[in-house]
């Protein structure tokens, strides 16, 4: 299924899979600002791709949701940080 990342209850999902390379970014800029997030394993559970794909309407990953109502798909550290700011988890 999923496994969290962080102790706290996360309100940041990370649709992704280990053999992504962004996906593992994404993991370390939020593992870097310390700020909790549920990691959904698309390999391990490959049903949840299609809620990934109704998300973003796309295939690409990692698909990140916030608890704000947004997502991000495939975004690039600043962008994440960015976010991360604009919701003052950092």
Not at 17 to 24: E, L, N, P
Not at 43 to 61: L, Q, Y
Request: aromatic fraction near 6%; glycine fraction near 6%; proline fraction near 6%.
């Amino acid at each position: 299924m999923s496994e969290t990342q962080q102790t706290e209850t996360p309100s940041i999902r990370v649709f992704g899979a280990d053999w992504c390379g962004d996906c593992r970014r994404a993991k370390r800029v939020f593992g870097e600002a310390n700020v909790a997030f549920e990691w959904i394993d698309l390999v391990a559970t490959p049903e949840a791709a299609d809620v990934a794909e109704d998300i973003s309407g796309r295939k690409n990953i990692p698909v990140i949701t916030y608890p704000d109502g947004t997502h991000q798909v495939e975004p690039s550290d600043a962008d994440m940080r960015a976010k991360l700011t604009e919701l003052g988890l950092v």
